[in-house]
């Protein structure tokens, strides 16, 4: 199993690993600090040196259990030691954005206890669906205002690992309308806004709600009888 380096410190930006096996252009590490697409979250980019060779990072993904990189050049040997180096612009834009969404979660819980039914991101970018029958005269404006006052109020974003079986008690860390986790994680990764939003969560952060700079609602949805679609973008200030 390829260690995921991010689910304990997102900050890493560069690491040293060990090409475990090849598959092509692909290749499966003893570790990284690259994401791997999961959790509505896309994956890093970046590149990947060893040697006097350097190839581009271009997907990452879970296949079967294993990590495997998509390299958009060479490919180092099974054995060979090498340095990945993540792209620190799309990650930090992919950290704002996922507590942006965490934001807009524990919004709409506190407000109108409402849970997730789906959502997706990008960089900058995203949408959230919740099970809502209508929206409120002035929802949107108000859902802006409210999220960028959690943004304003600078809440720590902190990190912890809870055993399965604590973790499935708590029906709060799971805000999805249904429970995405796989019965093979046995530790259960909880990010907390402290004091607005708390969940079972495999993505990657911010520390403090004020570095996701300003949310923009641009747009409501209704994707069907009591499911309704919001979308934002953000902004630097």
């Known amino acids: 199993m390829t260690e995921k380096l991010y689910l304990v410190d997102a900050t890493i930006r560069q690491f040293d690993a060990v090409v ?5 252009d692909q290749i499966e590490l003893d570790k990284t600090a690259f994401y791997v697409t999961g959790g509505g979250q896309p994956h890093d980019t970046g590149l990947l040196r060893w040697q006097s060779a350097e190839s581009s990072v271009e997907d990452v993904r879970t296949i079967d259990g294993r ?45 109108w206890q409402r849970v997730v039914t789906g ?28 999220c960028n006052a959690e943004v304003a109020a600078n809440h720590p974003i902190e990190v912890s690992f809870l055993p399965r079986s604590d973790a499935v008690l708590d029906r709060d860390l799971i805000r999805t309308k249904v429970n995405l986790i796989p019965d093979s994680v046995t530790d259960i990764r909880v990010v907390d806004i402290v004091g607005l939003d708390k969940q079972a969560d495999g993505g990657t952060h911010v520390a403090f709600t004020s570095e996701v700079g300003r949310i923009e609602i641009t747009k409501t949805e209704s994707k069907g009888r009591g499911f309704k679609r919001i979308r934002f973008v953000l902004h630097d200030s």
Do not use: Y
């Open 119 to 146: 959502g997706n991101m990008d960089a900058l970018s995203g949408r959230m669906d919740f099970e809502l029958d209508e929206f409120p005269q002035g929802f949107a404006q108000e859902v802006e205002t409210l």
């Open 20 to 24: 475990l096996a090849i598959n092509e």
């Open 67 to 111: 990590v495997w990189h998509r390299l958009g050049g060479d490919v180092p040997d099974v054995g060979a030691s090498v340095t990945g180096v993540v792209d620190q612009e799309r990650r930090q834009h992919m950290m704002r954005t996922h507590t942006a969404m965490h934001i807009l979660c524990g919004v709409m819980w506190q407000k």
